[in-house]
T-cell receptor
Framework: KQEVTQIPAALSVPEGENLVLNCSFT??????LQWFRQDPGKGLTSLLLIQSSQREQTSGRLNASLDKSSGRSTLYIAASQPGDSATYLCAACEINQGGKLIFGQGTELSVKP | KAGVTQTPRYLIKTRGQQVTLSCSPISGHRSVSWYQQTPGQGLQFLFEYFSETQRNKGNFPGRFSGRQFSNSRSEMNVSTLELGDSALYLC??????????????FGPGTRLTVL
């Protein structure tokens, strides 16, 4: 059974700092790994999708990596800003499970001005 | 292109009642998935519909059901509501046709409170 874990549960950093969020998964039989952002009381915003055959994806100040062999993904945020404050969730899409996503519990990020 | 829409945004019900939530996917998307989000359990998969057929189902009791119409719009129904059903219900749409590159796009959610 796939399990997705995110550490730490919460993180507070000063503005301008580079940071890394971690995600681990137990079953490497995945189509892709997706990162989302959720603002309080809102829906999820898709940030990056890494296919199982890829090692990393970049979008602006965000870079996500995937290491299937170790069951790990990281989300790197460069030059953090107060507007980056949100909960970040990773989700694994398993092979032959359609669009079903298995989510981690999320990392709540606070960027202080 | 319009995003995923969910109605209603907020609902207050009492125990024992039933409720129907609606989700309109992005135009051209044929897959709609539903998730329940609670502070204790996080995001949990309820079910996925693709071309009007349930393609996958999570581990929820039979009180939770859903359907999809020919225009890809989906509804989920919860019967005999319990206090523990209070949650944010999110739906997500995708093309549903290419697993590796198929990004899920989420709606704003329906906040259900059961009193």
């Amino acid at each position: 059974k796939q399990e997705v874990t995110q550490i730490p549960a919460a993180l507070s950093v000063p503005e301008g700092e580079n940071l890394v969020l971690n995600c681990s998964f137990t079953d490497s039989a995945i189509y892709n790994l997706q990162w989302f952002r959720q603002d309080p009381g809102k829906g999820l915003t898709s940030l990056l999708l890494i296919q199982s055959s890829q090692r990393e994806q970049t979008s602006g100040r965000l870079n996500a990596s995937l290491d299937k062999s170790s069951g790990r993904s990281t989300l790197y945020i460069a030059a953090s800003q107060p507007g980056d404050s949100a909960t970040y969730l990773c989700a694994a899409c398993e092979i032959n499970q359609g669009g079903k996503l298995i989510f981690g519990q999320g990392t709540e990020l606070s960027v202080k001005p | 292109k319009a995003g995923v829409t969910q109605t209603p945004r907020y609902l207050i019900k009492t125990r024992g009642q039933q409720v129907t939530l609606s989700c309109s996917p992005i135009s051209g998307h044929r897959s709609v998935s539903w998730y329940q989000q609670t502070p204790g359990q996080g995001l949990q998969f309820l079910f996925e519909y693709f071309s009007e057929t349930q393609r996958n189902k999570g581990n929820f009791p039979g009180r939770f059901s859903g359907r999809q119409f020919s225009n890809s719009r989906s509804e989920m129904n919860v019967s005999t509501l319990e206090l523990g059903d209070s949650a944010l219900y999110l739906c997500a749409s995708s093309t549903g046709t290419s697993g590796r590159t198929d990004t899920q796009y989420f709606g704003p959610g329906t906040r259900l409170t059961v009193l």
